[in-house]
């Protein structure tokens, strides 16, 4: 299927024909949505990112997504994983990614014991600290802990407490390794990362004399899922001047949303549609605001949905002509027009109930709502589904054929099978709603 920006829709979502084939497959034979995970193309997001810029190195934010096959993956690129919070670290022990001398920073400025206990017997020994009483919480639970200092940018830095804390961390005796900004920087951002960037090379100038080592800053998170040749000549050059090679110091930046939103597409059901007063064309989906759609909408840095594709494929087989593009507003399932408004303003062409939508960019996850997976025979294929989801069809995935829905009882022993593990995932984020909703309210 070719779309009107001249593009295959395959390259639009960076499948190949056979998950393309999957996937329409799947909408046909089940009323679930479903989500695709790409890991050829996080491969290829992580070397654009080192392309673009090779002297900072990416790091991930677990809760951002904490899909076991994309830590993984990210891992196996070299790619540094950090967490925040206690149920990222049982995520990343349960994967086996934690031990020894891993390379995981606990980025949280405050932490409670029983997680710094959990990181510290896990493996994790590298911590964040702004303070004099997190250090020596932190010394309770981790006596060679690695401490990096963490800079608070939404408000004026408090030098005299920042040096004051790093004092009291040398003196007990822990490695004082590096700064650590807490700063989220879109591309009209870079005159406040500039500013910061400056306070952060004064303040290693100092530790250095102190004799702490000081040999990493890590300058907060590149909101962007894409940068313009503008902004990243700025930023190289910034980081030149700045952190000239000569000064010995490793930069990261947390690349989140520019190495894992292109991998992950949404595949959705129009439940119902309708024409509104003024001609302006309603979709209504099988997830919304409420559901698959809330973690992106609610990311720091005015992150938007993007414009969704046809999957085609699904429907009921109609003819005629789908070329003609439409002013739409796509809703959730909920009914609530105002509160589940997923996307407005777009132009789609003219669809029916049944038929799919592909939304891209879909990153933002909650990996602890699906469970076991089905594999795709001949692929890296895989479906996951939510505890609550009654039936979904297994053998489509396994064949390559629609068949009869299987209990998830009997899709649950593919978890003991061999398997091959290569490009793609597919998840199932089976929905609360159900068309019937909309019977009567249309």
């Not at 670290?89 to 086996?96: P, S, T, V």
């Not at 980025?107 to 206990?117: I, W």
Request: net charge negative; aromatic share 8%; with cysteine.
């Amino acid at each position: 299927m070719r779309l009107d920006c001249g593009l295959s829709l395959q390259q639009e979502v960076g499948w190949d024909r056979q998950t393309l084939r999957a996937a329409r497959q799947l909408a046909e034979s089940q009323e679930d949505s479903f989500l695709v995970y790409s890991e050829a193309v996080l491969c290829a997001q992580i070397k654009d990112w080192t392309r673009m810029f090779n002297r900072i190195t990416p790091v991930h934010d677990v809760g951002y997504n904490s899909v076991g096959r994309l830590l993984e993956g990210l891992r196996s690129e070299g790619v540094r994983l950090d967490v925040t919070a206690k149920q990222q670290i049982a995520d990343l022990d349960h994967l086996a990614l934690l031990g020894k001398g891993c390379d995981v920073v606990f980025s949280a400025a405050h932490k409670l014991g029983s997680h710094l206990k959990l990181a510290a017997n896990c493996g994790i020994s590298t911590f964040a600290f702004n303070v004099k009483e997190e250090v020596l919480k932190i010394r309770k639970h981790c006596t060679n802990a690695r401490l990096v200092l963490q800079l608070d940018c939404s408000e004026v830095p408090n030098l005299v407490s920042l040096k004051s804390a790093v004092l009291a961390a040398l003196e007990l005796d822990h490695e004082v390794v590096g700064l650590h900004l807490d700063l989220p920087t879109s591309e009209d951002g870079l005159r406040q990362l500039e500013q910061w960037l400056r306070v952060a090379r004064s303040l290693i100038d100092w530790g250095r004399e102190q004799g702490a080592q000081m040999g990493s800053l890590h300058i907060g998170e590149l909101t962007g899922t894409s940068f313009s040749d503008g902004f990243v000549g700025e930023l190289e050059g910034l980081v030149e001047q700045l952190f000239p090679r000569c000064l010995q110091v490793n930069l990261s930046a947390t690349a989140s949303r520019f190495l894992v939103a292109p991998t992950f597409t949404l595949a959705a059901r129009i439940m119902a549609h309708r024409t509104s007063p003024d001609s302006q064309v309603h979709y209504y989906i099988n997830e919304g605001v409420f559901g698959a759609f809330t973690g992106n909408l609610m990311l720091e840095g005015g992150a938007v949905v993007q414009p969704p594709f046809p999957l085609g494929g699904g429907g009921k087989g109609r003819k005629g002509n789908r070329s003609q593009l439409h002013d739409t507003r796509i809703f959730g399932p909920s009914g609530d027009d105002e509160l589940d408004l997923v996307l407005e303003d777009v132009f789609l062409p003219r669809l029916e109930e049944d038929d799919w939508l592909l939304f891209p960019g879909l990153a933002a996850l909650n990996s602890q709502e699906f469970v076991n997976h089905s594999n795709v025979r001949g692929t890296s294929n895989y479906i996951y589904t939510k505890l609550g989801s009654a039936e979904m069809v297994s053998t489509v995935v396994e064949k390559g054929e629609p068949e009869k829905a299987a209990c998830w009882n009997e899709i649950n022993l593919c978890e003991t099978r061999d398997i091959n593990l290569d490009l793609y995932e597919l998840f199932s984020l089976g929905s609360v709603f159900r068309g019937d909703l909309y019977q009567n309210f249309f």
